[in-house]
T-cell receptor, first 114, second 115 residues
Framework: QKEVEQDPGPLSVPEGAIVSLNCTYS??????FMWYRQYSRKGPELLMYTYSSGNKEDGRFTAQVDKSSKYISLFIRDSQPSDSATYLCAGRRTGGTSYGKLTFGQGTILTVHP | EAQVTQNPRYLITVTGKKLTVTCSQNMNHEYMSWYRQDPGLGLRQIYYSMNVEVTDKGDVPEGYKVSRKEKRNFPLILESPSPNQTSLYFC??????????????FGAGSRLTVL
């Protein structure tokens, strides 16, 4: 079983829709959770990260972590065609040799059509 | 511009022919890492380096070597490439610190095909 599981999609939504992207993880030691966005033929770039459980909002994006159920979510409000990309969730432990060791999900391909 | 630069971006080679993928960052980051990305498997870490002359294995190190002689450079070496190393490779870097480890800066990727 992969430590971070993510439905690869693809997911296609109309412009303006609310998008919900989800991951589950199995490693209880994960403390940081990240969402990266990857455009075609580009490297991933960080969207946002959260520490432990809770919500974090940044503009149209909201990240949620529920450690009790080991569930990670990313919500995109008022989705735009420019949001079309692959979205990667990741988890990380803290301390020691885990520094920088991100464990990624498979990525979800999102298309927002006009 | 702050960036991670990888070369070559695209490469087709044959089994057994040694190759090196270079990676350079201009942000004075201590930490650098190599990932490979395969369909259905996501990004998997190959090797990482906490600083100059300090390297360690990631999840899938077999068939790869790395070195970190300078802070800015972290080349990935395939001594004897095989077809199962056909993949999209990413180099990434970040600064030290608890939060810094979350904020990886990735290169644009190197697509390698081994025939």
């Amino acid at each position: 079983q992969k430590e971070v599981e993510q439905d690869p999609g693809p997911l296609s939504v109309p412009e303006g829709a609310i998008v919900s992207l989800n991951c589950t993880y199995s490693n209880s030691a994960f403390q940081y959770f990240m969402w990266y966005r990857q455009y075609s033929r580009k490297g991933p770039e960080l969207l946002m990260y959260t520490y432990s459980s809770g919500n974090k909002e940044d503009g149209r994006f909201t990240a949620q972590v529920d450690k009790s159920s080991k569930y990670i979510s990313l919500f995109i409000r008022d989705s735009q065609p420019s949001d079309s990309a692959t979205y990667l969730c990741a988890g990380r432990r803290t301390g020691g040799t885990s520094y920088g060791k991100l464990t990624f999900g498979q990525g979800t391909i999102l298309t927002v059509h006009p | 511009e702050a960036q991670v630069t990888q070369n070559p971006r695209y490469l087709i080679t044959v089994t057994g022919k040694k190759l090196t993928v270079t990676c350079s960052q201009n942000m004075n980051h201590e930490y650098m890492s190599w990932y490979r990305q395969d369909p259905g498997l996501g990004l998997r870490q190959i090797y990482y380096s906490m600083n100059v002359e300090v390297t360690d294995k990631g999840d899938v190190p077999e068939g790869y070597k790395v070195s970190r002689k300078e802070k800015r450079n972290f080349p990935l070496i395939l001594e004897s490439p095989s077809p199962n190393q056909t993949s999209l490779y990413f180099c990434a870097s970040t600064r030290q610190g608890a939060v810094g480890a979350n904020v990886l800066t990735f290169g644009a990727g190197s697509r390698l095909t081994v025939l």
